[in-house]
C-alpha cells in the first residue's frame, strides 16, 4: 500500500498512473511525424478507454528540422482531432520523452490534470546519415563541435576512459548488441528483428575507435504515447527523477559513469521509497552499447565496475535475473529520439501487466532511463504494477 | 574552498596534475582559460560565467601539456574534416580538461603525458617527432601546400624557439 501523501518523499500529492500505452512500429516509416503521432495516441486513448484526455503533452527532440514544423504541440493536437486540449512540448534532446511524461507526471501529481495524453516520436529515415549526425550533434558543446566532435565521438571518449578504468574489453560491449539483437527478433514493433552473432559486432566497421557500427543505435522513426492519470490504473509511477550536468564534455570529472543518471537516479529512488534492488526490469537508454554497461552501474542495478560481468553471464538476458531492454533496447527496438524515453515506459506497461508477448518476463517493479544529448539531462522512472 | 575546487577538478591531490604549476614560462606555448574567483574553477578555452557558480571568470593562461584523459579516431567525421580524425581530451595543470587534435593515436593510452600547440587557431595534442610533424601538417585537408609547409615550419619554429 502507498504511504499516506503527508508522509511521501519528494513531494508527491497524490499517486499517478498509467492507464493505457501503446506505439507504432519502429524503423524505416513512410508516414509523417503527426500520423505516426496520431496512430500512437489513438490506440493509447483507446487502451486507457479515454476519449478525451484534460492535457496533451509532445515531446519531439527537433521536428523544426527534421520535418520542418514548428509549434509542434498545437500541430500535433489538431492533427490528432485535440484541437480544443491544453497541449505544450517537451524537450530534453534525446530524452524528451522522459521529460514529458515528466510533465504529465508532475501535472496529475499537483491536482492541475486528471488525466494527461503524452505522446512523443520522431521521424528522421528521409534525410541522409550525414545531415542526421549533424542535427543530433547540435546537442554538443558548440566549442567541442567545432573540433569535430559528434555524438559518436564523444560517445567513444567516455567508453574508452570507462573501459580503461573498470577493465571492461571490447567483447563486453559487444555482448551487449548480442543480446539486444536477441531480444529485438521478438519484438514485432522493432526496428531490427534479426539476430546478430558477436563475430559480426566485433567485425563491423569502426566509427569511433573504440566503437563499431554495430555497437551503435539506428536512425528509427517511430511514435510511442501513454495516457497518464489520477484514477488508479494498471501502473502506477512510484518514482520519477532528473539529473543534470556540463554541457561540454571537457567541464566533467569523473568518466566512470555518467552524474545525471546517478542524480535521476537518486531522485526516483527516494521519491519510490525503495532502492535498486526491487527492480526486476530495466529498459536503459542503450545508443551505445557501452551506455548499458554504464547506465546499469549508475543507476545501482550493477555495482561499479560489475556490469560487464552480469551480462556476460547471462543475468541481463530475458531468462537472467535482471532482463534489460527486453524490447532491444535502442540498439534494435531503434531510437527515434522524442518517442524513446515513452517507448521505453510502453515496455515496460506491458511487461508489468502481462502484454509483451514473445518476451514476456516476470517483473511487478520496472526501472527506465534516458539520457539526454551526451548525458546532460537524464531521467530515471520506476513503475510498480498497481 | 580550495580543497573543494580541486575535488571538483576531479583528480583531487592524488593526481598530480592538480598540483603541478600553473605557471607559464615565458615564451613558452599557453593555452587561453578562465578561473574562477571564487571557486578557483579552470575552463579552457575561457568561459564568460563559472559553469558552478554563475561567478564572472577572470582570465588566465594555462601551461600547453598535460595528461591524455581520452581519445578516439572518427572514421565518419563531420563535413569539412578529413577522415580519420584524431581527437582527445588532455587533462591540463590545475585540472582543467582541453579538446584538441592529433596526427594520430598509435601508442596512445589514458595518462599518456603529451605537449600541445596551437596552429592557425586549432591546438593539436602530440608525443610526435619533427616527421610526424612534417605527416600532421601534410594531411591538413583544403590547405594548399605552401600552407601546409608554413604550418610545419612555424610549428618546428616554435619547437626551436622553446628549446634554446
Known amino acids: ?386 | 574552498m580550495k580543497a573543494e575546487a580541486a575535488a571538483r577538478g576531479g583528480n583531487g591531490a592524488a593526481r598530480p596534475l592538480a598540483r603541478a604549476s600553473l605557471a607559464v614560462e615565458p615564451g613558452a606555448e599557453s593555452i587561453p582559460a578562465s578561473r574562477c574567483p571564487r571557486c578557483e574553477r579552470l575552463c579552457a578555452p575561457p568561459a564568460r560565467f563559472c559553469p558552478d557558480d554563475g561567478t564572472a571568470m577572470a582570465r588566465t593562461a594555462l601551461p600547453a601539456h598535460g595528461e591524455i584523459v581520452s581519445f578516439t579516431t572518427l572514421y565518419s567525421p563531420p563535413t569539412g574534416f578529413a577522415s580519420p580524425l584524431h581527437m582527445a581530451l588532455v587533462e591540463l595543470p590545475g585540472g582543467a580538461k582541453f579538446f584538441c587534435h592529433g596526427a594520430g593515436t598509435r601508442g596512445l593510452r589514458p595518462g599518456k603525458r603529451v605537449s600541445i600547440e596551437a596552429v592557425d587557431q586549432v591546438y593539436y595534442f602530440s608525443t610526435l617527432g619533427l616527421a610526424e610533424r612534417a605527416a600532421l601538417f601534410w594531411r591538413r585537408r583544403g590547405a594548399p601546400v605552401t600552407e601546409r609547409l608554413s604550418g610545419f615550419a612555424r610549428s618546428a619554429a616554435k619547437r626551436l624557439v622553446r628549446r634554446s
Open chain 1, 1 to 386: 500500500m502507498p504511504s499516506p501523501p503527508a508522509a511521501r518523499a519528494g513531494g508527491i500529492v497524490s499517486d499517478v498512473y498509467i492507464g493505457g500505452a501503446a506505439m507504432t512500429r519502429i524503423g524505416r516509416r513512410e508516414e509523417s511525424l503527426p500520423d505516426l503521432m496520431a496512430e500512437a495516441a489513438r490506440a493509447a486513448l483507446r487502451d486507457a478507454e479515454l476519449d478525451r484526455p484534460d492535457a496533451l503533452i509532445v515531446s519531439a527532440m527537433n521536428p523544426e528540422e527534421f520535418v520542418g514544423e514548428g509549434n509542434f504541440a498545437s500541430h500535433v493536437g489538431t492533427h490528432v482531432g485535440l484541437a480544443r486540449v491544453p497541449s505544450l512540448r517537451a524537450e530534453t534532446a534525446t530524452s524528451s520523452g522522459a521529460a514529458a511524461l515528466f510533465a504529465a507526471f508532475a501535472a496529475v501529481a499537483a491536482g492541475l490534470h486528471r488525466t494527461v495524453l503524452v505522446v512523443g516520436g520522431e521521424k528522421m529515415t528521409h534525410l541522409d546519415t550525414p545531415r542526421v549526425s549533424e542535427l543530433i550533434g547540435r546537442s554538443i558543446d558548440a566549442y567541442e563541435r567545432s573540433y569535430g566532435a559528434t555524438m559518436p565521438a564523444l560517445a567513444a571518449l567516455v567508453t574508452r576512459a570507462w573501459m580503461a578504468r573498470t577493465g571492461a574489453t571490447l567483447r563486453d560491449i559487444s555482448l551487449v548488441a548480442v543480446k539486444n539483437h536477441e531480444n529485438g527478433a521478438r519484438n514485432p514493433l522493432a526496428h531490427f528483428q534479426m539476430r546478430v552473432p558477436l563475430e559480426t559486432v566485433l567485425d563491423s566497421r569502426l566509427v569511433a575507435d573504440p566503437l563499431r557500427l554495430f555497437h551503435c543505435c539506428p536512425i528509427s522513426d517511430g511514435a510511442a504515447a501513454v495516457v497518464v492519470q489520477a484514477a488508479p490504473g494498471p501502473v502506477r509511477i512510484a518514482g520519477i527523477g532528473q539529473g543534470s550536468d556540463y554541457l561540454p564534455l571537457r567541464y566533467r570529472d569523473d568518466f566512470t559513469g555518467f552524474r545525471a543518471t546517478r542524480d535521476a537516479a537518486q531522485a526516483a529512488y527516494r521519491m519510490a521509497g525503495f532502492g535498486p534492488e526491487r527492480v526486476e526490469v530495466a529498459e536503459l537508454h542503450d545508443a551505445f552499447t557501452p551506455f548499458e554497461l554504464i547506465s546499469m552501474e549508475d543507476t545501482g542495478l550493477a555495482p561499479a565496475g560489475k556490469a560487464a560481468r552480469l551480462v556476460a553471464q547471462g543475468e541481463t538476458a530475458l531468462d537472467g535475473r535482471l532482463p534489460v531492454n527486453p524490447s532491444g533496447g535502442l540498439k534494435a527496438r531503434g531510437h527515434p529520439l522524442g518517442g524513446t524515453g515513452v517507448a521505453q515506459v510502453v515496455e515496460l506497461y506491458w511487461q508489468l501487466t502481462g502484454q509483451a508477448t514473445g518476451r514476456q518476463v516476470t517483473a511487478r517493479v520496472g526501472l527506465a532511463q534516458s539520457i539526454g544529448g551526451l548525458a546532460t539531462s537524464n531521467w530515471v522512472t520506476l513503475l510498480e504494477a498497481a
